[in-house]
């Protein structure tokens, strides 16, 4: 089975801080993506990567950064958090047709 | 641009009684579609994708070049049925990102 984990389910944050959220997976997959989920809204895509070291704006980066520097983790930052950003993120892997989803974090911003 | 729309927000139907989650896409190319499901407390995961033309669960979805339409449908509803739908469509070739859209709730009421 593929895993795809996220570092937290939950996360409580102040406005302004700086927030990591992590993503590993164990399947080798090559591409891998962050979405924020909102209701009414569904999923958006934020930022992608193809390989190591690489990335691509999604439909709304604004106020976000990523990281790839191993093939096995992808990293969405918040460089300073705001109110508006408290959502559901969720990350996802894939090769071929088929993405897999990690368990979300819950990011609040207080 | 790539768009796919769910009209619905929410479906309510009867065990028992036929479902049909609509899906209505806009894309120049020749997409690829897909539907996605997320059960209450769980991950989100793929449910079916229009080339397998298979059915899961007792779900089938057709995807209808004409009428640009890729709609849900499962002939007798059952209780853990009930989960957030999501309709995807691959932008493009290859390993690119999915564009979703907003999700239709389907509640199954015994």
């Known amino acids: 089975d593929v895993k795809v984990t996220q570092s937290s389910r939950y996360l409580v944050k102040r406005t302004g801080e700086k927030v990591f959220l992590e993503c590993v997976q164990d399947?080798?997959?090559?591409?891998m993506f962050w979405y924020r989920q909102d209701p009414g809204l569904g999923l958006r895509l934020i930022y992608f990567?193809?390989?190591?070291?690489?990335?691509e704006k999604g439909d709304i980066p604004e106020g976000y950064s990523v990281s790839r520097e191993k093939k096995e983790r992808f990293s969405l930052i918040l460089e300073s958090a705001s109110t508006n950003q408290t959502s559901m993120y969720l990350c996802?892997?894939?090769?071929?047709?088929?993405?897999?989803f990690g368990q979300g974090t819950r990011l609040t911003v207080v | 641009a790539q768009r796919v729309t769910q009209p619905e927000k929410l479906l309510s139907v009867f065990k028992g009684a036929p479902v049909e989650l609509k899906c209505n896409y806009s894309?120049?190319?020749?997409?690829?579609l897909f539907w996605y499901v997320q059960y209450s407390r769980q991950r989100l995961q793929l449910l079916l994708r229009?080339?397998s033309r298979e059915s899961i669960k007792g779900f089938t979805a057709d995807l209808n070049k004409g009428e640009t339409s890729f709609h849900l449908k499962k002939p007798f509803a059952q209780e853990e049925d009930s989960a957030m739908y999501y309709c995807?469509?691959?932008?493009?070739?290859?390993?690119?990102?999915?564009?979703f859209g907003k999700g239709t709730r389907l509640s199954v009421i015994a």
């Open positions: 399947m080798d997959h090559e591409n």
């Open positions: 990567s193809y390989d190591v070291k690489m990335k």
């Open positions: 996802a892997s894939s090769y071929g047709a088929e993405a897999f």
């Open positions: 995807a469509l691959r932008r493009g070739a290859g390993n690119t990102p999915l564009v």
């Open positions: 894309y120049s190319g020749s997409p690829e």
């Open positions: 229009h080339i």
